[in-house]
T-cell receptor
């Protein structure tokens, strides 16, 4: 599996934007970039995914580098409820491809 | 549409006993994944199943662990002769047969081995 590298932790102030980086230099042409987050004592929750173009949804935005070797998850206005571990993973576009490798993720702390 | 359901949410077993963890995927989902999360660590893939088939079990320990996803009923992760090192949160995820390969996770089962 192609691996991803994320900072262990980041801090943000409430109401400010947060940029969570992810490096995936060995990404293949058929890998989608997915982001999940895990709140304390809960299962992971899907956030967003993309292939080549930047993506926006109600939760966040995903900015993908032109060479696809890195991406950034953008939370436009952090709230206390956004405090979680954020995972960046690569997943093959082939629907038959199974497992995903979750790294240790980035622990986001939001300060009031 | 109910999400992925897992039961029990908490399970306590003594060393040597068996643990059975159940996962009911979202309606219409035919693919199930099991992950294990040790305390303070990320999720580790264990096994990927479709109905009545194991597709990828490369993350499963070779002994004591087994998984099934029968034609009818939930997916079962079975751990025989549990040891303290099996204490972890076990998450199940499901997805439909087609789509962007997005997985929907259940709330997890927290196994404690005494």
């Amino acid at each position: 599996d192609a691996k991803t590298t994320q900072p262990n932790s980041m801090e943000s102030n409430e109401e400010e934007p947060v940029h969570l980086p992810c490096n995936h230099s060995t990404i293949s042409g058929t890998d989608y970039i997915h982001w999940y987050r895990q709140l304390p004592s809960q299962g992971p929750e899907y956030v967003i995914h993309g292939l080549t173009s930047n993506v926006n949804n109600r939760m966040a935005s995903l900015a993908i580098a032109e060479d696809r070797k890195s991406s950034t998850l953008i939370l436009h206005r952090a709230t206390l409820r956004d405090a979680a571990v954020y995972y960046c993973i690569l997943r093959d576009v082939d629907i038959g491809a199974g497992k995903s490798t979750f790294g240790d993720g980035t622990t986001l702390t939001v300060k009031p | 549409n109910a999400g992925v359901m897992q039961n029990p949410r908490h399970l306590v077993r003594r060393r040597g006993q068996e643990a059975r963890l159940r996962c009911s995927p979202m309606k219409g989902h035919s693919h199930v994944y099991w992950y294990r999360q040790l305390p303070e660590e990320g999720l580790k893939f264990m096994v990927y199943l479709q109905k009545e088939n194991i597709i990828d079990e490369s993350g499963m320990p070779k002994e004591r662990f087994s998984a099934e996803f029968p034609k009818e009923g939930p997916s079962i992760l079975r751990i025989q002769q549990v040891v303290r090192g099996d204490s972890a949160a076990y998450f199940c995820a499901s997805r439909p047969a087609s789509g962007p390969n997005e997985q929907f996770f259940g709330p997890g089962t927290r196994l404690t081995v005494l």
